[in-house]
């Protein structure tokens, strides 16, 4: 399996959505950057300090079963809230979501 495949995959797990809300809990929260919270507008997103490719990468993982069992992978230190705008300004951003917010950008200012 490609390391792209797997990281989608590793997104879907229950793992994932369980990691996630640690990180928010932690960070009670609120964004680390700008220290909004989550609301009504304001959608808090985890940032994953290493990334999840580099993860896969650096522990070898080939299937699901092993990134499952890998605890790198699951640890809440490797995570960071954020506001989806400063999210959106990391760099591991991924490309295929920031499309979506073009569209809307276009009016004239
Ligand atoms: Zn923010």
Known sequence: MSVTGLVKL?????????WKRSVFL??????QQCG???GRKRVIEAHHLMELSTLVRMNGLGTVEDAISCLA????????????????QTESYPKSFRKLKKEKKR???
């Open 10 to 18: 590793i997104r879907k797990l229950p793992q994932y959505e369980a």
């Open 26 to 31: 932690r960070d009670h929260f609120q964004c």
């Open 36 to 38: 909004k919270r989550n």
């Open 73 to 88: 992978l699951w640890c809440p230190d490797n995570g960071h809230t954020l506001c989806h705008s400063c999210h959106e």
């Open 107 to 109: 009016k004239n200012g």
